[in-house]
């Protein structure tokens, strides 16, 4: 079956509409090309860049081993200790697993005790007569 051509429609506004289509299309075509070529150009100069940093790395590793390795000892050690501290969840205390809860808030009863004892001369000194307070 042939197709039916929009512009041959007879309608002057179908053409006018696949005209700025196809502009659009042209326009995003351009775009993305130039996009694609930016990024081209971008990707082989920092592929040079990361290049040249690994030579200088190498260098400064092969005319300092000792420095290298115990930098390299000191990352790794100080990466599984943050890695591990991430990775791990906290366990439950033996006093938290197998003391009753009375028991596991002892000291925070005998802090309490020992903040109200603070104020007690000054409570008792307001039921003395005076002159046992001189």
């Known amino acids: 079956m042939p197709?039916?051509?929009?512009?041959?429609?007879?309608?002057?506004a179908d053409g006018g509409l696949?005209?700025?289509?196809?502009?659009?299309g042209q326009r995003i075509h351009d775009q993305v090309s130039e996009a694609g070529d930016q990024l081209s150009e971008n990707y082989g100069q920092f592929?040079?860049?990361a290049a040249r940093r690994y030579r200088q790395a190498e260098g400064m590793m092969a005319r300092n081993p000792g420095t290298s390795i115990l930098?390299?000892?000191g990352l790794g050690f100080g990466l599984g200790l943050v890695l591990t501290t991430l990775l791990s969840r906290p366990e439950e205390t033996w006093a938290e697993?197998?003391?009753p809860d009375r028991l596991r808030r002892t000291p925070d009863s005998l802090q309490?005790?020992?903040?109200?004892?603070?104020?007690l001369p000054d409570?008792?000194?307001?039921?003395?007569?005076?002159?046992?307070?001189?």
């Open 112 to 119: 309490h005790l020992a903040d109200s004892l603070k104020g």
């Open 18 to 24: 696949h005209d700025r289509v196809q502009a659009v």
């Open 97 to 99: 697993r197998y003391l």
């Open 47 to 49: 592929r040079e860049d």
């Open 71 to 73: 930098f390299g000892l």
């Open 3 to 12: 197709r039916k051509n929009h512009r041959q429609s007879g309608n002057g």
């Open 123 to 134: 409570r008792l000194s307001q039921y003395l007569p005076n002159q046992v307070k001189s």
